[in-house]
């Protein structure tokens, strides 16, 4: 029975990954795909072993993808670790926060009302659910929330303070807001605040404020310019949002001017960077002003490890930065002066005060530049880039080293950089026979047969091409590189056993590199037996669950296991993460060759259409259209696309195709995004809604009510169908009947922005009505705004 258990549960667990992350395909279609799974699973039980890693695991790895605002990712471990542990209390809070941040406020609703019946006396999931009513527009019901916060957190949350205030200005009560910022700004902050809020509002009543952004230098709700440094808002979901005394205390201090005060009782605190981020950021910045500047950039470097985008340790480190440049000052004007014997003494004290810090290295590097002691110099530059890889001023050193000891191969550098193939390669070869054949392999000749390499390789002279890198390899410092070069070259000669081993060690350095993941993962898929490959992938989807070649690779495994329909599963993902990638010449092969169903080619169709890849959408649709005439999904797919486009009309001819052959086709799921949402959402939208806005934005109003009210006829709770219904009525100048219509989409979905910029233009013309008692405002001054469904929208990747 346990080893039954093990194999339902491994069955699940492989049916989760995809079901979090692949669009949703129907309930028939899941069923057969779980299932089809779990026999598959069960059948190769004793070849192709899934490795499980424990939920706990799972839970610190989502925190730590929480912290580098990876939310999707998160969410995916977060669910997983609730799936085994219901009653884990850190993911079901945690959970909601994740849907916050990443923008989509309706599930981050649900998710923090369950949050908070899992916990009645947390405060956090209660500000999380005001802040998200706040970001719905329904400020109301975030007061009431905020009041119910209160009631469990005490009257001197900073957090509750600044989202009344907010709330209330958002309700034109700006007396109570004066009020509530009065408790936690002082009076010049509190002006600022309503400045910045008048700003946002000079060209839109009615804006989508900006809760959260990670871009440097944009300000948003959570990080105002008067937050500086402590941008407490930031940190919410990453630490318990109830007020401490001690803390208050001691960021109190440090506002009024008491640094040393501050720092004292910053110091007295039990820090702990994963419970207080707030206080270590505050410990840091009194550091700073206590002038104990490597303490201060220390703590602000521990902060950015765990924390990234925290803006208060960004700036910190700015401040850093200023104040070393300050401290150089001296040792950069004796250098100016030509004073290299002062210079140097000065830069190298610079480097016993601040060890980490490339600049005095670089500086150091050109006092030895002078005095042509070129290793000494090499040396030192290539420290400053160990410190800072990116270094402009150490790389732009060890050029000029070069040109100087090593004339030849720079030159020849300077040709592969033009991609002057030709040249290059003579320049390599002539200093490669200078050297001689029993010369010893120093770097200068290690650099050679690398560029040489390179130059081979563009040359598509790929045997050779490795030859050359694997020489260079012997040469510790171009190892990596040349391992590269020489699995991308057994890549393109489809040796790819080979290429896998040497991928592999470029890899393991740098996972991020794209071009070289994927070829890894062709590799393996290629060369290794089905049973290792696929233990390759399951570890990999740990760490990279959103990376298309991982899910290509599986496809192909079950292609080659005879499961077609699993396959078809794990292209399609694949195609919806990287399109470009997931159409290999293999896979174009495949599509020409293999007899799928004209549903699969339908499945990609949707997949690409979902992308705003048009082009391929309608290639796949029309592949299906031919194999089946007579149904009508195909037909559904192109009008979707040439709506997409623009070209309503021949949108038009097809949808009206679609409900002559089925009057009750397949609902679409779209994204909607940009203008159009408050955040991120998906939309349900049918062959009807799409036909009525074609109508609509063809000036056939009455034909597009007729369409919009047939499908409310179907499903009372049809949210496009009201928001298209809204806009009709409002270009017949149906005012009342638009405001009940517009009133009801919202309800229905509360993200979608132009229905509430619809019922605030509604209520402005009702308004003028009244006041002028009169005709209401000429129809040409009604301008219909872009439609959610008009322009193309493309699922994030």
Not at 126 to 154: C, H, I, N, P, S
Request: with cysteine.
């Amino acid at each position: 029975m346990r080893i039954f258990y093990q194999k339902i549960k491994r069955g699940a667990l492989a049916f989760l990954c995809l079901s979090l992350v692949v669009p949703s395909w129907g309930c028939s279609t899941l069923e057969k795909t779980y299932q089809s799974t779990r026999e598959l699973l069960s059948a190769t039980e004793k070849s192709v072993k899934v490795r499980l890693t424990p939920s706990l695991e799972d839970l610190e790895f989502a925190r730590n993808q929480f912290k580098l605002n990876k939310y999707e990712v998160a969410e995916y471990y977060l669910k997983k670790t609730i799936m085994e542990y219901p009653a884990n209390a850190t993911a079901v809070e945690l959970l909601p926060w994740t849907y916050f941040y990443g923008k989509r406020y309706d599930k981050a609703l649900v998710a923090f009302q369950r949050a908070h019946s899992f916990s009645r006396k947390s405060v956090d999931p209660l500000v999380g659910m005001a802040w998200t009513y706040f970001a719905l527009k329904q400020y109301e019901l975030a007061v009431e929330t905020f009041d119910r916060a209160e009631a469990l957190a005490g009257p001197n949350s900073w957090h509750i303070r600044k989202g009344k205030g907010f709330c209330h200005l958002a309700l034109g009560l700006i007396t109570k807001a004066r009020s509530e910022f009065q408790k936690i700004y002082n009076p010049r902050q509190t002006d600022e605040v309503f400045e910045i809020w008048q700003r946002w509002h000079i060209d839109d009543l009615d804006p989508r404020v900006n809760l959260v952004s990670f871009r440097p230098n944009e300000v948003s709700l959570f990080a105002l310019p008067v937050e500086h440094p402590r941008y407490p808002g930031t940190l919410m979901g990453l630490a318990p949002l109830e007020p401490k005394e001690d803390l208050e205390k001691a960021w109190e201090y440090y506002r009024t001017g008491s640094f040393t005060k501050a720092l004292k009782l910053f110091e007295s605190m039990d820090l702990n960077l994963e419970h207080s981020p707030d206080a270590t950021n505050g410990l840091a910045w009194s550091y700073l002003q206590n002038r104990q500047v490597r303490k201060a950039e220390e703590l602000f470097e521990k902060i950015l490890r765990s924390y990234p985008t925290f803006p208060g340790a960004r700036t910190g480190m700015r401040e850093v930065m200023d104040f070393k440049k300050k401290q150089a000052e001296y040792a950069n004007y004796y250098y100016e002066m030509g004073k290299d014997a002062i210079a140097q003494d000065e830069f190298q004290k610079l480097t016993r005060e601040f060890p980490r810090w490339p600049h005095p290295q670089v500086q150091l590097a050109r006092l030895d530049l002078k005095r042509d002691a070129f290793d000494a110099a090499r040396s030192k530059f290539q420290k400053a880039l160990d410190l800072e890889p990116d270094n402009e001023a150490a790389v732009n050193g060890l050029e000029q080293i070069r040109k100087v000891r090593e004339a030849a191969l720079y030159e020849a550098d300077l040709h592969l950089k033009k991609a002057d193939y030709k040249t290059a390669t003579q320049v390599y070869l002539d200093y490669i026979e200078e050297r001689g054949a029993g010369a010893s392999l120093d770097r200068p000749l290690a650099s050679a047969y690398k560029g040489l390499g390179w130059t081979l390789y563009h040359k598509h002279q790929y045997g050779l091409a490795a030859a050359k890198f694997l020489r260079a390899m012997e040469f510790d410092e171009y190892r990596l590189e040349s391992a590269r070069g020489v699995g991308l070259s057994y890549f393109n000669l489809e040796d790819y056993k080979t290429a896998a081993q040497y991928l592999k060690i470029f890899y393991a350095a740098h996972p991020e590199n794209q071009e070289v993941a994927y070829k890894l993962d062709r590799s393996i898929q290629k060369s290794w037996p089905a049973r290792e490959a696929m233990e390759y992938f399951e570890r990999n989807l740990k760490d990279y669950p959103l990376r298309a070649s991982i899910y290509m690779g599986m496809g192909w495994i079950h292609y080659g296991l005879k499961n077609p329909d699993l396959a078809v599963e794990y292209f399609v993902k694949s195609i919806s993460l990287d399109p470009e990638f997931a159409m290999t010449l293999d896979f174009q092969d495949l599509l020409r060759q293999e007899r799928f169903g004209w549903q699969v080619y339908n499945r990609f169709g949707w997949a690409y259409y979902h992308l705003g890849r048009h082009d391929r959408s309608i290639e796949m649709f029309n592949i299906a259209l031919e194999r089946q005439p007579n149904k009508s999904n195909a037909r559904l797919g192109l009008a979707y696309n040439y709506y997409r486009l623009g070209d309503y009309k021949e949108a038009t001819r097809y949808l009206q195709q679609v409900l002559a052959l089925n009057p009750e086709p397949v609902p679409i799921v779209e994204k909607i995004a940009g203008t159009s949402a408050i955040a991120p959402f998906e939309m349900e939208t049918t062959a009807r809604t799409k036909l009525g806005r074609a109508y609509l934005l063809q000036g056939n109003y009455p034909e597009a009510i007729a369409l919009f009210t047939q499908e409310l006829e179907r499903t009372l709770d049809q949210a496009d169908a009201q928001d298209g219904l809204a806009w009709a009525y409002l270009k017949l100048n149906r005012l009342t009947e638009a405001r009940t219509a517009f009133m009801k989409s919202i309800r229905l979905e509360p993200l979608n922005n132009l229905s509430h910029k619809g019922l605030a233009l509604v209520k402005q013309l009702i308004a003028a009505q009244k006041i002028r008692k009169r005709g209401a405002l000429p129809l040409a001054q009604t301008a219909l705004p872009d439609l959610p469904s008009s322009r193309p929208t493309a699922t994030p990747r």
